[in-house]
């Protein structure tokens, strides 16, 4: 993971949201796989790039989130 804030480099720790060093945001670095195709995507929302995130998960929490579809705005420049 890195901070965005201070570039913290360190693993990925699954209880750590922060960064311990300056409390800035987290990002996860990931390099995708050359064999993954976005055809092959399955589900909705943000869990349908599971298989991208480099960790296992025992169960998923969701509520049925994401699949909001853009809408073409009719507001002026």
Not at 27 to 33: F, H, Q, R, T
Not at 50 to 69: C, L, V, Y
């Amino acid at each position: 993971m890195k901070c965005l804030e201070c570039g913290n480099l360190f693993g990925i720790e699954p209880n750590v949201i922060s960064c311990p060093r300056c409390g800035g945001l987290l990002e996860i670095e990931v390099k995708l796989p050359s064999t993954l195709s976005l055809n092959r995507l399955r589900g909705r929302g943000a869990w349908r790039y599971r298989d991208t995130i480099p960790a296992r998960f025992k169960e998923i929490a969701t509520m049925g989130e994401g699949g909001t579809p853009i809408a073409k705005s009719n507001a002026k420049p």
